[in-house]
RNA sequence: GAUCGCUUAGCUCAGCGGUAGAGCACUUCAUUCACAUUGAAGGGGUCGUAGGUUCAAAUCCUACAGCGAUCACCA
């Protein structure tokens, strides 16, 4: 305890908010208040569903920049809007999945140790238990939400949700089943889609290999990264304009490695001048090589297996790891006098973005979405202003996008997730899709992946808002759906524009006829102090109920806010933090002053001479003022400029109110009613920002209300300026 | 290869057509005063470079440089 502390025991000049913020928020809650009011013409609908953040972590950094949106209900809330902001919980399929895993890898355990349905069940208590913390995090935030309407994504009517669209994009054509090459990892035993490939680069060796014509001593020379991939080599590929090899095309050439004979063909995919001009085509292990495999009719060959091992088609290398037996595979061709060199280059590798591991590109029958005609409904939405972006610069990068998207792989090879409403007939082979059901018969079998949970969340604007046999085209009279979908805001991080974003938009818009959402606004990341992203794996990750603890959330929210626009990234700053709780302190003493004042009862002071100072200039200057903040302020939240709003009503505050006013006040410039009504107006232009402090402020003022119900200031109680 | 963003006071960043701003840091002064988690006063920037548009440019346009990000290709 410091000397001024000893000095004034108990007066409690410095805002503890450890003493306050749980209090508050349990009564806000208790009070209904984050319950929208009843829907009217009178009141509006505004309406904003939470991103639901992963069940199986607690929250991040990143997490708290939701902020945003509970200033913007907050600040709807205020302006008499029927508001709702409702929670959920995402399972987060593969996310989660890996998490568990590696606590099963803690415990000595694998995947494989259990049946399907056991390991669901024990994903499931797993999730429930983080799904709590990260529940409790998001209050202690003081975020309003509605938690009676909360949602998990693995809820059975959301799942019917999920189902019914599925069904519906099979029946008007947009699903498709088909073998193609995916993107696997051989680690984690699943597919992904391209999306969530990340290309590392990388320093790589090109092996020069020679192939030998058949009937002939010439050989042709081919370049590829990966030498253990010639077993299942079944074409040679050289540009049509390439002179060098014109002569070779029609011929065949004998696989280096088991002999084999294969064609050489041209094909103007072939760049002539990477590598020799020549390129081995292994249709079951490139991409490209698949697309020229088909429209060739090459053979395939498979040499890698899912668990990345070689197959009987590599011989005396069968049951070896692909990418270990690469320098041995080399090493043959070598010393059989079939390597003319090798050669480093840079290029970039697919990996997992989980494990780092190389992707291996594989042939799988799989579920794709058919996603182009689906974009173009969602750019339309975009173009004709249906949707607006902030900040604008993404909507580009929303086209972009969009306007080159590929169909979408929705099957993932895990069991923690929605499960595929699709079986196949075990004599005819034939497929169904329904809405959940098995169907009739005992010959069905249920495909055993789950959806992309992109799938599911990409539904999520409707999806939490229908009732469970409810239909968007013919939505209950009553329903949450009808009064606030589609939402007036959906706020997030501009890194899943791709993943998220798009996706809401396609599904939303083919589900219901509608836009999921009228305004799309994009935060941008935390990163450490330094500017490096926050990662588990650099160590740089701070926790953010940490400086709720130290700070309060009132300080964390608004360092958030002020001092970077819609879609910038921002560093984290302790002293930043710091400083919005000297405001919050500054707030509390502000009330502390005009509350005695109000409590004194002597007339001897000058602030309380109110009334003789109606209508001088002094008063008429604070009015205009006041006026003019209030003005601004709410302009620019209206305009989404939150950290304009929140710096001038701090500046202000601060710098004028406090500064200026209460000074005038001890001077007998401004009389006591007026500095409360000014205290009154800044407690309720600060509320959406710092929520916790400003409660406690209004409760010192008025004993039986809440702030969090009062309306926002209004610009006619003083004439317009 | 394409696209986007950033470059403003020592540091971190707002501002994005009308006389350079904030926080932190720094200098000086003030403490029985709502608040030292404070107040007053002050120092510090030709707003990346070069052109252009305009009565007026940190702000719009064009090039260039450095940094960062995203997408595509990669045998």
């Known amino acids: 305890m410091d000397k001024q502390s000893l000095a004034n025991p108990g007066i409690g000049k410095n805002y503890n908010h450890k003493e306050h913020e749980e209090k508050i928020y349990k009564s806000w809650e208790e009070s209904g208040a984050f ?236 760049v002539m001048d990477f590598g020799t001009g020549a390129l081995k085509v292994t249709p079951l292990h490139d991409e490209n090589d698949f697309e020229l495999g088909k429209k060739h009719n090459l053979k395939n060959f498979q040499v890698i297996d899912f668990r990345g091992k070689l197959t009987k088609e590599a011989g005396e290398f069968e049951g070896q790891k692909a990418i270990t037996a690469r320098d041995a595979i080399a090493q043959k061709l070598k010393n059989e006098g079939n390597l003319e060199k090798i050669e480093e280059f840079k290029n970039s590798v697919g990996t997992c973005y989980k494990c780092g591991n190389p992707l291996e590109p594989l042939p799988l029958e799989q579920w794709f979405i058919k996603t182009n005609e689906l974009a173009k409904p969602a750019i339309k939405a975009v173009k004709k202003g249906q949707i607006k972006i902030i900040p604008k610069r993404f909507e580009k990068i929303y086209f972009q996008w969009l306007e080159n998207i590929k169909d979408w792989n929705i099957s993932r090879q895990i069991v923690w997730g929605i499960r595929i409403p699709a079986w196949k007939n075990t004599k005819t082979g034939e497929w169904v899709v329904t809405e959940g059901d098995a169907p009739r018969g005992a010959d069905w079998v249920q495909d055993t992946d789950t959806f992309d949970t992109w799938f599911s969340s990409g539904q999520w604007p409707f999806a939490t808002l229908l009732s469970k046999n409810e239909n968007a085209k013919k939505p209950n009279a009553k329903s949450l759906y009808k009064k606030y979908y589609p939402l007036s805001v ?79 990234d921002q560093n984290y700053s302790e002293e930043k933090v710091r400083g919005y709780r000297n405001f919050a302190n500054k707030i509390w003493n502000a009330t502390r002053f005009v509350s005695n004042l109000e409590k004194t009862n002597d007339k001897n002071l000058p602030a309380l001479a109110g009334p003789k100072l109606q209508n001088s200039k002094t008063q008429n200057d604070f009015n205009k003022k006041l006026n003019k903040i209030i003005n601004e302020a709410t302009k620019y939240i209206e305009s989404y400029n939150l950290n304009q709003a929140a710096e001038i009503i701090y500046d202000n505050f601060w710098h004028w109110f406090c500064d200026k006013c209460i000074e005038d006040s001890k001077r007998g410039r401004l009389s006591a009613s007026d500095l409360k009504y000014g205290l009154e107006v800044f407690l309720k232009l600060l509320h959406p920002f710092m929520p916790f402090v400003t409660e406690v402020c209004w409760q010192n003022l008025k004993n039986n209300s809440l702030l969090i119900n009062q309306s926002w200031p209004s610009m006619d109680k003083w004439p317009k300026i």
């Not at 599925?166 to 999306?195: E, M, P, Q, W």
């Open 490 to 568: 959906m706020e997030t991080g501009y890194d899943i524009l791709f993943f998220w974003v798009t996706r809401m938009v396609m599904l939303g818009i083919f589900a219901t006829g509608k836009v999921p959402f009228k305004t799309i606004y994009l935060h941008g990341i935390v990163r450490d102090s330094k500017g490096q992203k926050m990662s588990k794996s650099k160590g740089n990750v701070i926790n953010p109920l940490e400086i709720v603890e130290k700070y309060g959330a009132d300080a964390l929210r608004m360092s958030l806010i002020a001092g970077a626009g819609a879609g910038n």
């Open 35 to 270: 319950k929208p009011r009843p829907y009217s013409l009178k009141h509006k609908a505004y309406s904003i569903v939470l991103p639901p953040p992963n069940a199986n972590a607690p929250l991040h950094y990143g997490h708290a920049m939701y902020t945003v949106e509970d200033v913007l209900i907050r600040f709807h809330r205020m302006k008499g809007f029927s508001t709702l902001w409702l929670p959920g919980a995402d399972h987060a399929g593969f996310e989660t999945q890996v998490v568990y895993e590696k606590h099963l890898e803690k415990i000595g355990k694998s995947r494989f140790d259990f049946d399907r349905d056991t390991l669901y069940k024990n994903i499931w208590d797993f999730v429930q238990k983080n799904r709590g913390t990260m529940e409790s995090q998001l209050r202690r935030l003081g975020f309003s939400l509605d938690w009676t309407k909360a949602k998990f994504t693995l809820e059975e009517d959301i799942v019917k949700t999920v189902y019914k669209t599925f069904k519906k994009l099979y029946d008007d054509g947009f699903v498709y089943r088909d073998i193609r090459l995916v993107n696997y990892c051989t680690k984690h035993g699943t597919a992904f889609s391209d999306l969530e490939v990340e290309y590392v680069e990388k320093t790589s060796k090109l092996y020069f290999v020679k192939y030998k014509i058949e009937h002939s001593k010439d050989t042709i020379t081919v370049a590829t990264t990966r030498p253990e991939t010639i077993f299942g080599d079944s074409g040679i590929a050289v540009n049509p304009k390439d002179k060098r090899y014109k002569k070779y095309v029609g011929k065949n050439a004998i696989n280096p490695l088991n002999g084999r004979i294969i064609p050489i063909f041209a094909d103007s995919f072939v």
